[in-house]
């Protein structure tokens, strides 16, 4: 048994580095890991509810709430619906316009955690791997959409991204007092991402080069909290997680413009895309015996993160990076304990929009718009010590619009007048989990 289980955690764990990209739910990052957490909202800074997989993502002090032995497996099919239209307006008043919606399909994301009290009510250990975010588009060429018309007519043809965000975290909690509990986390961060066209290095005459294949790279950093209880029934949570650290992404690709004299001779080029730190802060109440509800508020500091707070075309034509404002994140999360056996769950999370409009034409790799969601699911203990859950969340549409830019108009700083591209996006997602205790 101990065998079947360690090779599905691996099983799990490869999965979970080979997943595509998925377009995330707060800025780049998911709401919620795992069917318990996503189904209330994300919420989890003061305490995650019966939820191994919740405590790992956003504050490794709730660990503490765990006696025994915790394992959790989770895989959420996550289906997002992006649309990019352009416009193009002529000196002699000619329209040009089309949208084009990517290619979509179920993504799947694996996650898995495990938790041991080492010294009871003093000291828990835990261990995770969490797909946690990424983003992706798969637009087609298309002769009326103007940004993506052939690339000898100034379009850019095809248009797509792949990213992936995993996170392996290391943690541990421990009880300073009866009422502060203590959490620090190591974060082992692995990355993917291919784009094509790459445009975050200087084109070859009229041309960017591809970068379809995928680049991987590590990053570090550490997630520390804590948990305060203020009264029996109720705590006051605060998690830091530090700036994510990542090796520049590298590619061999070769030069792509067919006319100049370099054309087809190897090329190398590099990005450098890190994850921003999160300052978060939480309330949970037990309010009955059967009713639990929490609220949590973070901020993302995208603006001061490598690759984000860069914006614009740089003198060799490069763009130097996303462009991202910071974000405020806020998730509200309730569970009903119906009968001993099932229990009902739901919740709301909303996100600023990090994307400025005079970015959305920097950002259509990237469309991550997403501000509102709904959450809901249910629990049911199946046997002693072992719990199935699921959970269903609509992320519902959202956009952004602004100016399309060239290099050669005024420096590539102002947006070329009658321009427009507009990318919106909404989102589906179903999660199932298995959770497992023994005390």
Known sequence: MKKSFTGLVFALFISLAWAPGVSATDGHFLHGVGAINSAMGGVGVAGAKDDVLGALYHNPAGL??????????????????????????????????????????????????????????????????????????????????????????????????????????????????????IGLAANIDWASLAVDPFPATSPDGAFYPSATASATTFGFGFQAGLIYKLTQDMNLGLAYTSTQHFNEFTWNSTHADPNAPNFGTHREFSFQLDAPAIIAGGLSLQATDQLFVAADAK?????????????????????????????????????????????????????????????????????????????????????????????????FESEVSGPMYNPAYEMGQVGVPGTNVTSSMFEDSFVMQFSFHHH
Request: no cysteine; net charge negative; charged share 15%.
């Open 64 to 181: 503490m709430a765990f006696d025994g032995h915790h394992a959790a497996l989770s895989m959420e099919l996550f289906k997002p619906d992006r649309t990019m239209s352009s416009t193009l307006t002529s000196q002699q008043g000619v329209v040009s316009s089309g949208s084009q919606q990517s290619k979509s399909e179920f993504v799947p994301i694996p996650a898995f955690g495990w938790s041991s009290e080492v010294i009871e009510d003093k000291l828990v250990i835990g261990f995770g791997g969490l797909g946690i975010g990424g983003f992706g588009v798969d637009y087609r060429q298309n002769n009326n959409n103007p940004l993506l018309g052939p690339e000898s007519m100034g379009g850019f043809g095809n248009v797509f991204s792949n990213f992936s965000l995993l996170k392996v975290t290391p943690a541990i909690a421990f009880s300073a007092s009866e009422k502060l509990w």
């Open 299 to 395: 901020y993302y500091l995208y603006s001061s993160t490598e690759g984000f707070e860069d914006s614009g075309f740089g003198s060799m034509g490069e763009v130097k990076g996303f462009g991202w404002d910071d974000i405020m994140v806020v998730a509200l999360g309730s569970q009903f304990q119906a009968t001993d056996r099932f229990s009902l769950r739901a919740g709301y999370n909303y996100s600023d929009n990090p994307i400025p409009e005079e970015n959305s034409f920097f950002n259509v790799s990237a469309p991550a718009v997403i501000q509102h969601h709904l959450t809901m699911g249910f629990g049911f203990e199946l046997v002693d010590g072992v719990d199935l859950s699921a959970a269903y969340y609509r992320a």
